[in-house]
Structure formats: structure tokens, C-alpha cells
């Protein structure tokens, strides 16, 4: 039986017009806009780079301040967003995300474009937690918000794989400020039309935004995600293990503290329901896989494969093919055949995918990394119903809470996938190379290329990218066993059982 939420306090009704169709397209459009984001820098740094002059020290902070940025202030802003107004919040994220990126028009140094990183990683933490708890006022019928959730993971997919192509075509025209300056039309478009489109939505009873609880959860998660990133950088010195035991210390106290408070900026009481643990569960290893096969297999394309950037990240559609068509199916088969059951074939299809990749020959056919793309993309179905999970099972005061700690699962999911999986790939293509390779090859395959061990430096890296696949089928296939025990056998789509 599909459940039926009211809509939240303080909600503009959106009707049953076609008018919360245009709302979710303008949610989804945006979305894709923040995620394309995440990767069009990989391609442009390099050029970024060399007009600068950027040192390594600027590349790593260029590189990490927008998702730093964006990690640590998903919490506050989103708790801010229950009280002062979801749309509102929205539309600021759009116009601070316009802003930001029209000013790497002025950008002259690195110091330059880290500022412009960190006001893109302020407006992307505005837009993504609203995007679902508006998703959730939209649509109170619990069917056909999982049918529109479904569509925002598929947006999602879309956008970490179309990012290399978009950055790709554009770098081949014009400079790297094109890859900041095409945000400009795009997030002008979605500030007029979420004007025109979506209602307002606040929190019937928000959570307390106090001083404390926002340093320690900003303090938290940045310091976790800067500790974590450079463990898996290989820099384990003092310096990354205390950060990241000062990360968790914060993070540990933020929650305690919301634990003893009735109305807490965010509610991690959900976690004591099984059906919300496993959405989170599902979306952090989803996140991980994926996050890990578009970072090495990217590096894989080009450096083994030799492919232009562009050329990559054409190669990289079949994941975007499959997560158009596996996220906005679950719902529909759900339906006949039960949250659960979906969930976890979900789950299984994308370890497949990551292990065909283990098991393929070497050296590797790209047509057998394209059928893993494939089958991973489909995989993304699970993400899809685990949004409605997560959404489903929060009441509807907390669907602001439950949108801080999906965006949250993502954000963790990708950096443990580049920093964790990406330090296997370095390591298993250390272990192949041959004694005396040399320190620029021991460093990566771009050191290699032009060297004797060049062939042995390509095959261990081929070797590399499977033992990722194997180990990203394994956790998810662990995660999976997870999800089966804990999910509830008569759950819906509405989260409820």
C-alpha cells in the first residue's frame, strides 16, 4: 500500500498541475549544473595550471576547497534552510553560484581562483540539500516523489559523466574560464524559473542553528575530509593524522550534542530507523563506486588507452546511458515487487559491473569496460530508491535534516572512493613495476611514458583499474548483505512498512 504524506507546514501547495513537473526540472537542471562541477575541473587544470603558474601546493587547494567547502557547510545551511525558507536558500545558492563562477572572468593567480572555488563550494552546499527537501513538498504522494527521485539520481549520474565531455568540448574552443562561465546562463535560467515555478517551503518545527553545534559539525567534516583526502594521497605524517582525529573528535561531539537536544540542527536520531540507515548505507557506497571508476578509469582512458580528454569522456556515456534508464525504473518495479528486493539487485548489478572489470582479459578491450559502465550506471537504480527511502522514512519537519545527510553519504562516498580505492590503484600499480623503475614512474604513468618500463608501467595500471573493480564489488556486495538483513521485508517506496 503506498503511503500518502502531507504536505509540509509552511508549503506553498503545489497543486496537481504540471507546474511541480517544471519544479523538478528546474531542481534536476540545477543539480546537474553543481555536478558537472565536481569534474569539469579535471580537465581544465591542467591548462588552469600553466596560464597561472600554479604551484602543486595551489592545484591540491584549487582542487579541494570546493567540495571542503561544500561538505562542511551542507549541516548549517541546510538546518538555516528549515527556518528561513527552502526555495529562498535555493535561489541564493543559484545566484552565488552564478556570481562565483562570472568572477574567474578577474581571476589572475591561484589565490584567485581558490576564492572562486570556495563561493562555488558555498552556493553548491544552498542548492543540493534543497533540491531534495523541495522535492519532498512538491511531490507529498509517496509514488510519485520515488518516480522524481529516481530522476534526480539519474540527473546526478548524467552529470558526473557528461562533466569530462562538456569541459573537454569547451577547452578545445576557448581557455579554462569557459569551464566556470558556462555555469553563468544555465544557473540565470534556474533562478527564473524557480521564481516562477517552485513554491516555499519551511520546517513546521526547524532545528536549532547555534553557534556551537555550527562550528563543530563546519569544524567536523572539514577537517574529516581534509584528513581523509590526504591519506589517500599516501601523506600519512602527524600533521593529516591529527587532523583527521581532530575531524572526528568534533564530529563525535556535534553529535552528542544534537543528542541531547529536542530540536537539533540535525537529526541524527534518524539513524535508529533501519530503513533510513540503509538509503544512507545504499547512497554512500554508490557514491564510492562510482566516484572511484570515473576517477580511474578517466586516468585510465587516457594514459593506457592514450585518448584525448575529450575522447575519455565520451567513453565514460554508458554509465550516464545506464543511470538515465536504472533510477526512474526502481520506483515502477518496486512497486510490484517490493522496496527491498530492488534495492539490493540494484546493489548486485553495480558490483557485477565493478567486477567485470577484474575479470576482463588483459590487456583490456574498451569494449568490456563500456559494458561495466553500463551495468554500474544501471546499478544507480539503488540510489535512486534509496533517495526515497532516506526522504520517506524522515518525518516531514526533518526532510531538511534527511537531505543534509544524503548530499552528506555523497560527498563522503566520492572522497572515500578517489582517496581509499584510488590509494589501491597507486598501490597495485606500484607492486607491477619493475625493480629500478625510477622515482617519476613510481609516482604515476605520466613519469613512465617515453621510458623502458613504459609497457610495463601500462600494464600494471590496466591491472591497477581491475583491482579496483574488484575491490568496489566486494564492498558493495558486503553493503548489499547489509541492506537485505536490514531493510524491513514489506517496505514501500514511501519508506514506510
Known amino acids: 500500500m503506498t503511503a500518502t504524506v502531507p504536505a509540509p507546514a509552511g508549503a506553498t501547495s503545489p497543486g496537481r498541475s504540471g507546474r511541480r513537473w517544471g519544479g523538478l526540472a528546474v531542481l534536476a537542471a540545477s543539480l546537474l549544473v553543481v555536478v558537472m562541477d565536481m569534474t569539469v575541473l579535471n580537465v581544465a587544470l591542467p591548462d588552469l595550471t600553466a596560464d597561472l603558474q600554479a604551484g602543486a601546493i595551489a592545484q591540491l587547494w584549487i582542487v579541494d576547497v570546493y567540495s571542503l567547502v561544500l561538505a562542511g557547510l551542507l549541516v548549517p545551511l541546510a538546518a538555516l534552510a528549515d527556518r528561513w525558507g527552502r526555495r529562498r536558500m535555493l535561489l541564493t545558492g543559484f545566484a552565488i553560484f552564478a556570481l562565483a563562477s562570472l568572477a574567474a572572468l578577474v581571476a589572475r593567480s591561484p589565490g584567485d581562483v581558490i576564492a572562486v572555488r570556495a563561493l562555488l563550494g558555498v552556493g553548491g552546499a544552498m542548492i543540493m540539500p534543497a533540491t531534495l527537501s523541495l522535492i519532498r513538498a512538491l511531490f507529498p504522494d509517496a509514488r510519485e516523489r520515488a518516480f522524481a527521485l529516481g530522476l534526480w539520481a539519474a540527473t546526478a549520474a548524467v552529470g558526473g559523466a557528461v562533466g569530462p565531455i ?45 553557534a556551537l553545534g555550527v562550528l563543530l559539525s563546519v569544524g567536523g567534516m572539514i577537517a574529516a575530509v581534509y584528513g581523509v583526502k590526504h591519506l589517500g594521497k599516501g601523506d600519512l605524517d602527524p600533521v593529516t ?17 544534537c543528542l541531547r537536544q529536542d530540536e537539533p540542527m540535525l537529526a541524527v536520531r534518524l539513524f535508529a530507523d533501519p530503513v533510513f540507515r540503509s538509503g544512507v548505507g545504499t547512497a554512500l557506497v554508490s557514491s564510492t563506486a562510482m566516484m572511484a571508476l570515473l576517477f580511474v578509469g578517466s586516468q585510465w ?15 565514460l556515456l554508458p554509465m550516464a546511458l545506464g543511470g538515465l534508464v536504472g533510477p526512474p525504473l526502481a520506483p515502477t518495479v518496486a512497486a510490484r515487487l517490493g522496496a527491498r528486493p530492488v534495492v539490493v539487485a540494484g546493489l548486485v548489478v553495480l558490483a557485477a559491473g565493478m567486477l567485470t572489470l577484474w575479470l576482463l582479459p588483459r590487456p ?28 520517506g522514512a524522515a518525518p516531514v519537519h526533518q526532510a531538511g535534516s534527511a537531505a543534509a545527510v544524503e548530499e552528506m553519504s555523497y560527498e ?56 579496483v573493480g574488484l575491490a568496489g564489488a566486494a564492498i558493495t556486495l558486503v553493503v548489499a548483505v547489509l541492506v537485505w538483513r536490514g531493510l524491513p521485508e514489506d517496505v514501500d517506496v514511501s519508506g514506510g512498512h
Open 166 to 210: 562538456v569541459g573537454g568540448a569547451l577547452l578545445s574552443a576557448f581557455s579554462w574560464h569557459a569551464a566556470f562561465l558556462v555555469n553563468v546562463p544555465l544557473m540565470v535560467l534556474a533562478l527564473v524559473a524557480g521564481v516562477l515555478l517552485l513554491p516555499e517551503s519551511r520546517s513546521e518545527r526547524p532545528g536549532r542553528v547555534d
Open 364 to 391: 583490456m578491450p574498451y569494449a568490456g569496460v563500456a559494458v561495466a559502465l553500463l551495468l554500474v550506471g544501471f546499478g544507480t537504480a539503488a540510489l535512486g530508491l534509496a533517495s526515497a527511502l532516506i526522504m
Open 412 to 467: 563522503i562516498g566520492g572522497v572515500l572512493g578517489i582517496a581509499v580505492l584510488g590509494s589501491l590503484a597507486g598501490a597495485v600499480y606500484r607492486h607491477g613495476l619493475p625493480d629500478g623503475a625510477g622515482a617519476a614512474a613510481l609516482e604515476s604513468v605520466t613519469g613512465a611514458l617515453g621510458t623502458p618500463v613504459e609497457p610495463a608501467a601500462l600494464a600494471a595500471y590496466t591491472d591497477a583499474f581491475g583491482a
Open 301 to 315: 582512458l587516457q594514459l593506457v588507452q592514450g585518448w584525448s580528454p575529450l575522447m575519455a569522456g565520451v567513453a
Open 241 to 257: 593524522a591529527l587532523t583527521l582525529l581532530a575531524g572526528l573528535a568534533l564530529l563525535t561531539g556535534f553529535v552528542r550534542r
